[in-house]
């Protein structure tokens, strides 16, 4: 895991700055910010234990759009909390982001400072939010957790909740932002451990039920409920997340527009519902349930990697940087390989100097990645240091270029290749004979 830079010394954000405790004068401010949103939305919010929510304490979320923030806010009001925040939120308002208590993390980095971090909220008898995910649901299930989270709440011995919502992902979906107007939406703060509970069990049963408390499926809870979309386009993104057909099998290929879902190369078309469930046009419906497709594709991705076939690239791609919170920095114009071995990016910068990343299999269980990034820039996938993080758009930075180029050159998807990192992840650990427990890296 390496980077190489010959350009100038960018100022560096600063991670051993202790947290701050959230000013007395933002607390309120905070909730009254969130209030409209959770009153839209009227979200229901149930509690159970919260009696030790007093003290300190820590609160394991899921993560699906930023309305998760604004819930939580409300169900937790007026406790003091510290939440764990990825390095571009604090982009143009760090001073903001810091009074209200927000920490500074690089994505699927191993940050010992964390730790130091943490123990100081602690320390000062906060709540500790970590939306553990590290990123929002791809398709509104379950992403990966990682296996350091339990000896994490063990370490700390203070009562562990979770906060788990519903309707968030169907109301805004990751891949198509636009409000859906779902509602009521749910959400649930229990508590998970106690501080005796943690010392006498085990780290993989502690791990164990915290992966049990993190399953949810929003499509299904939006079913189950009846609770219809209306939106005129709301399959258009789709195809984002479902890269790959089911009839033909073609991947890259697949394209949106107003409610239908279609495969450029065979021509197949499906319609998605106002519960959101996909029904083919004609023929065979593959699949109903849009987390299905998906696990499809993930098992797809794991054949491949298990052959020792699993390549995307290399691709000619723009690099962004982001080694503080004032603003992204262009790096300049590289190549991009994701395969057995890990990510690889290189290339000149804008005075012509080298630049190069590379992130071997080890060093990743799992990458975060975005679609149309800002609303005017393309797909892209970040990787980190601890003192750096790229933004990295195959082809092209800008939107309307990359779906260009993309067009021209079909060959690439940043689902597949967060789907990929995974199952190298996965395999390497098989291989060295310690295999992850399920829903863990």
Known sequence: MGVLMNQQAFERFDMERPPVRTKWYLRPLSYLLSIPDVLLHRAKITKSGTESLKGPCIILCNHNAFLDFKVLTAAIYPKRANYIVAIDGFIGREGLLRNVGCICKRKFTSDIQLIRQLRQVIKNGDACVIYAEARYSLCGTTAVLPQSLG????MFKVPVFTFMCHGHHVDSPFWNLHKRGIRPTEAELSLLFTPEDLK??????INRRIVEAYQYDDYAWQKERGLETHYKKRAEGLH????QCPACRTEFRMSSVGTTLKCDACGKTWTLSPLNELSADSGETEFTHIPDWYEWERANVRAEVEAGTYTSGPLPVEVDTLPNAKRYIYLGKGTLVHDMDGFRVSGLDVDGDPFEMEKPVP???????????????????DLNTLEDTWYIYPYAKEKVAQERLRAENPGFSVTKMALATEELYFKQRRDAGDPCPPGLA
Request: glycine share 6%; charged share 25%.
């Open 200 to 205: 006498n069990l085990p780290v993989d049963e």
């Open 151 to 154: 000896k994490l709440c063990r």
């Open 363 to 381: 060093s990743l269980y799992s990458c975060h990645i975005e679609y149309d990034y800002l609303g005017k820039s393309g797909d892209c996938v």
């Open 240 to 243: 984002k997340v479902l890269y």
